[in-house]
């Protein structure tokens, strides 16, 4: 038996010991947790300015992510696709493979880079990482 329970019995005994014509019944004992009640609904604030107040934090953390994270990242993109449309016959790139060469031919979504004189490699043009400056490739 848990402690109060065990402890009322036994009151509940000896009560019964010194007084043998009445019958008490043993005291139950409500746990606290059964015993506090919730806070009133009126008492958050209530209604349209309570749920505002809630989901205030939620839009803060969304506003702080896309200036910090989502619009730095869009202009890296626009940055790397207008670097890609103008590449032309004769610049020195670096692919994202880590290549190194000229371009020597461009088609629509591909470019042929000679990365050493004779050896010619097909590429798309979404692996280049970046185009370098005249001469560096010798």
């Given at each position: 038996?848990?402690?109060?329970?065990?402890?009322?019995?036994l009151a509940a005994a000896r009560a019964s010991e010194s007084t043998p014509h009445s019958v008490e019944l043993p005291a139950v004992f409500i746990s606290s947790a059964f015993a506090q009640t919730a806070p009133a609904a009126t008492a958050t604030g209530g209604g349209l300015m309570g749920s505002l107040t809630g989901m205030l934090p939620l839009v803060?953390?969304?506003?702080?992510?896309?200036?910090?994270?989502?619009?730095?990242?869009m202009k890296r993109q626009k940055e790397h696709r207008a670097m890609i449309e103008a590449i032309a016959k004769g610049d020195e790139v670096v692919t994202s493979g880590g290549l190194l060469g000229r371009v020597s031919r461009l088609s629509e979504g591909y470019l042929h880079l000679e990365i050493a004189s004779g050896v010619e490699v097909q590429v798309q043009r979404s692996a280049v990482a970046q185009v370098l400056p005249k001469g560096t490739v010798k």
């Open positions: 038996m848990p402690g109060y329970a065990r402890q009322a019995a803060l953390m969304f506003v702080v992510l896309y200036f910090i994270m989502i619009r730095p990242q």
